[in-house]
Nanobody
């Protein structure tokens, strides 16, 4: 069954780093835009970062710019999110999403994506 699977979440102290990854079993991520979104308890989903379908351009939510980096590894069929200088407010469940028809102006919109993973918990302690 084709599905997105996240890995790499965990518990880290403020100021630390974590790397979460997204793998697409059963399909190649080539040709898909991939985004990361997060949801903290009691809050709406927030756009974190995305990499475009063609060209590999990257985009970030304002609150993670300069701290998070999204990257593709086509050989491993994964998209990773390197998170540095983590803050307690980064605590959330992080979901990856993929879509073949996501245009640049829609990369930050959840409804633009076709496939979603179950999420991985990231907890940042103060």
């Amino acid at each position: 069954q084709e599905q997105l699977v996240e890995s790499g979440g965990g518990l880290v102290q403020a100021g630390g780093s974590l790397r979460v990854s997204c793998a697409f079993s059963g399909r190649s991520l080539n040709g898909y835009a991939v985004g990361w979104f997060r949801q903290a308890p009691g809050k709406e989903h927030e756009f974190v970062a995305a990499v475009s379908r063609i060209g590999g351009s990257t985009y970030y939510g304002d609150y993670v710019k300069g701290r998070f980096t999204i990257s593709r590894d086509n050989a491993k069929n994964t998209v990773s999110l390197q998170m540095n200088s983590l803050k307690p407010e980064d605590t959330a469940v992080y979901h990856c999403a993929a879509g073949r028809r996501v245009i640049t102006s829609s990369l930050s919109k959840r409804e633009a994506y076709d496939f979603w993973g179950q999420g991985t918990q990231v907890t940042v302690s103060s």
